[in-house]
């Protein structure tokens, strides 16, 4: 079993930063890529951004250039620094995480509400 836990989401002002932060633990073997989705009032689930175990990555065109993700692979862990917050950045956020065999797993989420 793998658990995946996000920290680091709030309330923030336009314009304004804030840092995602999501731990890996558990039945970890290989992973293949982990990254971050989000879900905004009324919306499908969509991938803002993810990184492979060899450091590709992976950015919707609406966050590029305002957020970056890194990995740390030794800690399991995966961070989304979002820069230029806007208002229609609100969403809650997922981690997620993908085994080398294929398996996919969800953190529970953490609220990003982006008003002045």
């Known amino acids: 079993q793998v658990h995946l836990v996000e920290s680091g989401g709030g309330l923030v002002q336009p314009g304004g930063s804030l840092r995602l932060t999501c731990v890996a633990s558990g039945s970890i073997f290989s992973i293949s890529a982990m990254g971050w989705y989000r879900q905004r009032p009324g919306k499908q689930r969509e991938l803002v951004a993810d990184i492979s175990s060899g450091g590709s990555t992976r950015y919707a065109d609406s966050v590029k250039g305002r957020f970056t993700i890194s990995r740390d692979n030794a800690k399991n862990t995966v961070y989304l620094q979002m820069n230029s917050l806007k208002p229609e950045d609100t969403a809650v956020y997922y981690c997620?995480?993908?085994?080398?065999?294929?398996?996919?797993?969800w953190g529970q989420g953490t609220q990003v509400t982006v008003s002045s």
């Open positions: 997620r995480l993908v085994t080398t065999l294929g398996y996919g797993y």
